[in-house]
């Protein structure tokens, strides 16, 4: 069927959706949802935000997102609000993206799920399909199908099982439909992913999220609601295990002369290993990844199953500062009074965000020994800033990386932003004062820099 076709056919359709929470997973997914031709309502209580957003103002970067949202608002498909009542009362299926910070003892916090299912529940008035998207622990699902029936004011029929209570007009359904987009390549993961996982307990929830999703043709796996949550955990789990690993192949590699990128090459033709998500480095950071291997950890634990491994994977992933930070001492020798270029602080490439970025740590760890830094990211600037300002750190914030390099006792490469890779390595050295690059994302081949040059130190290699 053609996308017009297809938009036809949507229109005969009573499909009023709400996307609740417009973070780095609600915002494209709304906006994914109305490119797809799905008039999207956007809620979210942070009312700048909001404002933001209705002014035409992505309120963080992501590839391709500015636009959609300036053409959507534009064409009426993506209304923004911060009135969730009002936006779940004008809907019928409801994507909950809301964040799921982690406590002090890695646990995940729901409570902003649990304030969204309260929340539904007091303004229910028909069939509403609510839809989890955010990464939770299993059984999250039974508990906001619980929240809903408490808070809605009459008796409610739950799934196909519901009992005869009724009122059918006031049914409702719990759908897990987990989000497997990557920050940077979000849009990119929305309208090609590789999979769809529906968590669902009946056939009207799994009619509508087919529906919704039909236009992206792409296999869509049915799973009831615990096996679809379990999924996004254990994706996530899985991913964290697989950097951990090749760090600690890396290490190994520098022991014995080898070279980690051909070992990755050698495992990686294998497909039952695969290529990806093999690529040594300082660590993952990031919102989800570390958050969500410790929120599994927890989980299990509270299963009564003792998931060592990934506390491994945890603590493996936290020393990669320090084992990085050694490697600069042993370039510099001493580090006080040194003047150290910093290219790149985002957690990874093509986006601004830097929570959890292990970037953060090793800046921390450098002033900490006394040195001055010379910094500068295409994106995560303005969030660097933030925390260390230049008032009362020696940082000094540079609008290019031939600026980075300017006297520089050292560069280091801390994210492996594509526009790294096309530096002019020769004008780069020329304009350092020691050429020393320490590369802690093995952006650059070992023989082009030390042509033009340098000492170059990279990991597992
Ligand atoms: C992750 C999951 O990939 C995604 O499926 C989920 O929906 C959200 O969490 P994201 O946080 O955007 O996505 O980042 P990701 O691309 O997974 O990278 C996480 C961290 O791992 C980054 O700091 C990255 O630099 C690091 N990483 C990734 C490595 O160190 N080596 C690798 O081989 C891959």
């Not at 299990?300 to 199953?305: F, H, N, Q, R, S």
């Not at 020994?369 to 260390?388: C, I, K, T, W």
Request: overall charge negative; glycine content about 8%.
């Amino acid at each position: 069927m053609s996308v017009e076709a297809h938009r036809e056919l949507k229109k005969n359709q009573d499909l009023r959706i709400t996307v609740m929470g417009l973070g780095h997973v609600g915002l494209p997914m709304a906006l994914g949802l109305a490119e797809l031709g799905w008039p999207t309502i956007g809620a979210d209580e942070d009312s700048k935000k909001v404002a933001s957003l209705s002014s035409g103002k992505s309120p963080f970067y992501e590839p391709g997102l500015q636009d959609l949202l300036s053409r959507h608002l534009n064409n009426g498909r993506f209304i923004p609000t911060d009135d969730l009542e009002g936006a779940i009362r004008a809907s019928n299926v409801m994507f909950v993206c809301v964040g799921t910070p982690q406590r002090s003892n890695g646990e995940a916090d729901l409570s902003q799920v649990e304030s969204v299912a309260r929340k539904i529940g007091r303004n229910l008035d028909g069939y509403k399909l609510i839809v989890e998207k955010s990464t939770v622990p299993v059984i999250t699902a039974r508990w906001i199908k619980k929240t809903v029936q408490r808070y809605a004011k009459v008796p409610v029929l739950t799934g196909p099982e519901g009992e005869d209570s009724g009122n059918a007009e006031l049914e409702f359904d719990v759908a897990s439909n987990p989000e497997f987009l990557q920050e940077g390549q979000a849009l990119q993961n929305f309208f090609h992913p590789d999979r769809i996982v529906c968590g669902v307990e009946s056939e009207r929830a799994w009619e509508i999220l087919e529906e919704i999703y039909r236009p992206l043709q792409c296999p869509v796996l049915r799973t009831d609601l615990n096996t679809a949550e379990l999924i996004k955990h254990t994706a996530n789990a899985f991913l964290a295990t697989k950097i951990s690993f090749i760090n600690m192949v890396a290490d190994l590699c520098e022991k014995v002369d080898a070279d980690v990128t051909q070992v990755v090459e050698g495992i990686g033709r294998d497909p039952r290993i695969g290529p990806h998500f093999l690529s040594p480095g300082i660590g993952f950071g990031g919102y989800c990844l570390p958050k969500d291997v410790r929120a599994f950890v927890h989980m299990a634990e509270t299963c009564g199953v003792d998931f060592s491994l990934l506390k491994e994977v945890e603590r493996v992933n936290q020393q990669r500062v320090a084992r990085f930070l050694s490697k600069v001492r042993n370039a510099l020798w001493v580090l006080n009074g040194k003047v150290i270029g910093v290219l790149g602080a985002a957690f990874k490439p093509n986006t601004d965000d830097i929570r959890e970025a292990p970037s953060l740590r090793i800046v921390e760890g450098l002033l900490a020994e006394g040195a001055s830094l010379q910094l500068y990211d295409p994106n995560a600037m303005p969030g660097v800033r933030n925390v260390f300002p230049p008032e009362n750190y020696p940082i000094r914030y540079c609008s290019s990386p031939y600026e980075v390099a300017e006297g520089a006792h050292a560069v280091l490469v801390l994210t492996e932003w594509e526009e790294f890779r096309g530096l002019d390595l020769l004008r780069l050295r020329e304009a350092m004062d020691v050429p020393v690059l320490v590369d802690g994302r093995n952006v650059y081949r070992p023989e082009a820099v030390r042509a033009a040059g340098f000492e170059y130190i990279s990991i597992g290699r």
